[in-house]
C-alpha cells in the first residue's frame, strides 16, 4: 500500500515538475521581463524618467496626512494599501530566498535580481493603475478590482470581437482559481511552516520535547494553534483591519531587519567592494570557466536571480492588485506610484541588504562564487548563521522573529487576495466561509512535512502570472495613455480630462472630485 501511495506521490511530482518548469522557465521569466521591456518603453522609462517625482509621491509623503487618511467607506488609505501589499511580499523570499538564489546562481544572480526589479517595476504600475482604472464597488460599499476586472472588461470589454470576451472571461476565471489555490499553498500552509520550523529551531529543539500519542509533534501544533487564533482575529475582520495590522508591523519588522543586516555589512566592511565586484564578474558567466558550463553557470545565474526577485516582489503576479485596488485613492497613476515603490524597496532595498549578509559572511567564495560547505549551514540558514556569527545566538533568534513577523503577514495579505477571487468567482458572503477554511488550514501548515504542497502552489503561483500578463499586455495601449494624461496634467501642467475609471459614473464622480482638488 505504501509503494503504491509513494508511486502516485512521484507520479504527481514528476507532473508538477514539468508543468512547472514550463510556466516558470520556459516563458514565464521571459515573459515577465518582455512584458516588464514593452512597458517601460511605452512609458519612456518612468522608472527611471520621473524618479524625482514617484518617490515624492510615495515615500516623500509618507509623513504627509493625506496618505494615511482614510476618507471613504469600503477603503484603506494608499500607505495601507502599500504595506499591505508588502506585507504579502516581503516574506521569507528576502531571507532564504535571496541566500538560494546566490547558493544555487552563485553572486552573479543578485545582478539578474535587479534587472528583473526593474522592468518588474512598471509590471506593477501597470498592475495597479489598471487593477485603479477597472474596479468597482461590491454590495457591502467595499471596492473590488484585480487581474479577474482587467482581463474581463479589458481585455474582454463590449467593444472587443467576441473570441475576445469569451477568452478574457475565461482568462480570468483561470486567474481566480489559481489565486485561491495558491493562498493556501504558498500564501498560508508554506509560509506556516517555515515559521513554525525556525522558531521551534530557534528556541524549542534543544529541549527533545516528546511528540504528542507518539506522533503529533507538540510545538508545531501549540504554535499553529496559536497563529490560527491570532490570525483568526485578524482576518474576520476585514481588509480594513489587515491593513491596519500591516501598517503597524510592516515598517517596524523592516526597519528592524534592515538596520541588523547594516550592521553585520559595516562590521564586514572589508568583503564590501569585494562582494559588490562579484556580483558583476558572475553576472555574465565566468572567463574562467570555458564552454558549456560557463553556459550552465550564466543560464543559473540569470533563471535563480530573476525567479527569486519575481518571488519577493510578486511584480507580475497580479496578486497585490487587489489590495491595492482597496486604496481610497482616485488618479490610477497614484496608486501605480506606490507600485513602482513598492518593487524597488521590496527588492532593491531588502533583497539588496540580505545579498550583502550573505555575500559578506564568510560562507561565498567571492573568488569562484561558490558556496563553501559547512556543517550545519545550508541555504535555509545561511542569514540566520551570518547574524549568529556576529551577534550570537541572539542573532538566530533574531532571524527567527523576523521570519515569523515576514511570514505571518504574508499570510495576512494573501488571505485577502484568495478572499477577493472567491468574491469574483462566487460572491461577497462566500468569502466568510473562505476565510474559514483559510485560518483552519493554518493547522495543516503547522504540522505538514512533505514539500509537494508547497511545489504545487508554487506553479500555481506561476499560473496566475501567465493570464494576468496577457491581460497587461493586451492593455498596454491603455496604459500607454493613462500615463500620458497624468504626465501632461500632473508634471507638465496642461489642461486635460483625467483618465479615472473605465465605468461612466465612477469616473464623473472621481473626476469632479479630482477637479475640484480634493486628491
Not at 412 to 432: D, F, M, Q, R, T
Not at 457 to 468: K, Q, R, V
Amino acid at each position: 500500500m505504501n509503494s503504491f501511495i509513494d508511486s502516485i506521490i512521484e507520479a504527481i511530482t514528476s507532473v508538477n515538475n514539468s508543468i512547472n518548469n514550463f510556466v516558470w522557465l520556459t516563458i514565464g521569466l521571459w515573459l515577465l521581463i518582455g512584458t516588464g521591456i514593452i512597458l517601460s518603453t511605452l512609458t519612456g522609462f518612468f522608472q527611471v524618467t520621473h524618479i524625482r517625482h514617484w518617490l515624492q509621491k510615495t515615500i516623500g509623503s509618507v509623513f504627509k496626512k493625506s496618505s494615511h487618511n482614510r476618507k471613504e467607506q469600503g477603503s484603506v488609505s494608499q500607505f495601507q494599501a502599500l504595506c499591505t501589499a508588502l506585507a504579502a511580499t516581503i516574506g521569507t523570499g528576502n531571507i532564504a530566498g535571496v541566500a538560494a538564489a546566490i547558493v544555487l546562481g552563485g553572486p552573479g544572480a543578485v545582478f539578474w535580481m535587479w534587472v528583473a526589479a526593474f522592468f518588474g517595476m512598471m509590471t506593477n504600475f501597470s498592475e495597479n493603475i489598471l487593477g485603479i482604472f477597472f474596479r468597482r464597488k461590491n454590495k457591502e460599499g467595499e471596492w473590488s478590482g484585480g487581474a479577474m476586472y482587467y482581463l474581463q472588461d479589458g481585455l474582454g470589454g463590449k467593444d472587443r470581437p467576441k473570441v475576445l470576451q469569451i477568452l478574457g472571461r475565461i482568462l480570468a476565471i483561470i486567474f481566480a482559481i489559481c489565486a485561491i489555490l495558491a493562498s493556501f499553498g504558498i500564501g498560508n500552509m508554506g509560509q506556516i511552516n517555515k515559521i513554525v520550523l525556525n522558531v521551534d529551531s530557534a528556541f524549542f529543539a534543544k529541549y527533545n520535547i516528546p511528540p504528542l500519542f507518539g506522533f503529533i509533534p507538540i510545538v508545531p501544533l501549540v504554535l499553529g494553534i496559536i497563529i490560527m487564533l491570532i490570525s483568526a482575529i485578524i482576518i474576520i475582520g476585514g481588509v480594513k483591519r489587515i491593513a491596519t495590522v500591516a501598517e503597524m508591523v510592516v515598517p517596524f519588522m523592516a526597519g528592524l531587519y534592515i538596520l541588523g543586516a547594516v550592521a553585520i555589512i559595516c562590521i564586514h566592511f572589508g568583503s564590501i567592494i569585494p562582494a559588490f565586484l562579484s556580483i558583476f564578474k558572475f553576472a555574465f558567466g565566468v572567463k574562467a570557466v570555458a564552454g558549456g558550463a560557463a553556459g550552465a553557470a550564466l543560464k543559473s545565474a540569470i533563471t535563480q536571480g530573476c525567479k527569486r526577485g519575481v518571488f519577493s516582489n510578486e511584480a507580475g503576479l497580479g496578486s497585490s492588485v487587489m489590495v491595492h485596488s482597496n486604496s481610497d485613492v482616485k488618479e490610477p497613476i497614484k496608486q501605480g506610484l506606490w507600485g513602482i515603490f513598492e518593487v524597488f524597496f521590496d527588492t532593491i532595498v531588502v533583497c539588496s541588504i540580505t545579498a550583502m549578509v550573505v555575500l559578506t559572511s564568510g560562507y561565498i567564495d567571492l573568488e569562484t562564487g561558490l558556496f563553501i560547505e559547512t556543517e550545519g549551514v545550508s541555504d535555509a540558514n545561511l542569514v540566520a548563521k551570518a547574524f549568529g556569527n556576529v551577534f550570537g545566538a541572539p542573532g538566530e533568534w533574531f532571524i527567527a522573529i523576523a521570519i515569523f513577523l515576514f511570514a505571518f503577514t504574508t499570510v495576512l495579505g494573501w488571505s485577502h487576495y484568495g478572499g477577493k477571487a472567491i468574491e469574483y468567482l462566487i460572491n461577497e458572503k462566500a468569502v466568510w466561509v473562505y476565510r474559514i477554511i483559510f485560518i483552519s488550514f493554518m493547522i495543516a501548515g503547522a504540522l505538514a512535512t512533505s514539500s509537494l504542497a508547497w511545489d504545487i502552489s508554487d506553479t500555481f503561483n506561476g499560473m496566475m502570472m501567465i493570464p494576468n500578463l496577457i491581460g497587461v499586455l493586451s492593455l498596454a495601449p491603455l496604459v500607454h495613455r493613462l500615463t500620458r494624461n497624468y504626465i501632461e496634467r500632473k508634471i507638465r501642467g496642461m489642461d486635460e480630462k483625467p483618465m479615472l475609471s473605465y465605468f461612466p459614473d465612477i469616473q464623473e464622480e472621481h473626476e469632479q472630485k479630482v477637479m475640484a482638488g480634493e486628491e
